[in-house]
């Protein structure tokens, strides 16, 4: 699994988050960017060693949200509720090791632990979230439907600032 703890540090750096910037980090780490929104200047998906980055929404606030691991939903098994149930368990596996290679990287010392929400509404299905600088690090499980595949993602974002969905796809 790929370790972005780099990129996260540079992007909780960053006085605004924007597109372009976080274009720029992810560029300078490496990423192969892929235009998928011709409306904007930078591009908005990213590749790197099989993990996807997709920054998402309009500035000048963005959220950049690393797709660490994810699974298909496959139809044709026999028993597709139990073999969700077996996806969200292998995701959920893997969260805590995300999380602590965060916690134990060179992000560490500066994460936050709170006791608020701060999945900004999003329906996870297990998190762990931390403030960084007045930016928001979240690692967590989610699903978003059933087309969709269960994925483990680490998001970064403003603290407070909720950013509107532009609608566009990562794969």
Known sequence: MVDVSAELGRLSELREL???????????????????????EWATTWRRDGAHA????DGPSVEVEFTLWYREV???WPDPD???????D???AELPRVAAQLESGELGARLEAVEE??????????HTAWRISD???????????TEAPVQLVVVVREYGGAV???????L
Request: proline share 3%; glycine share 12%; charged share 30%.
């Open 90 to 92: 292998a995701a959920s």
């Open 74 to 76: 496959e139809e044709e």
């Open 18 to 40: 924007t597109g372009p910037a976080a274009a720029a980090v992810l560029h300078a780490a490496g990423w192969e960017g892929e235009r998928r929104n011709p409306a904007k």
């Open 54 to 57: 997709w920054i998402q929404g």
């Open 117 to 126: 929400d701060l999945t900004d509404g999003v329906d996870y299905i297990d």
């Open 135 to 145: 930016k928001v690090l979240l690692a967590g499980v989610k699903h978003d439907d």
């Open 82 to 88: 139990t073999y969700i149930d077996d996806l969200y």
């Open 164 to 170: 509107e969905d532009d609608g566009g796809e990562w």
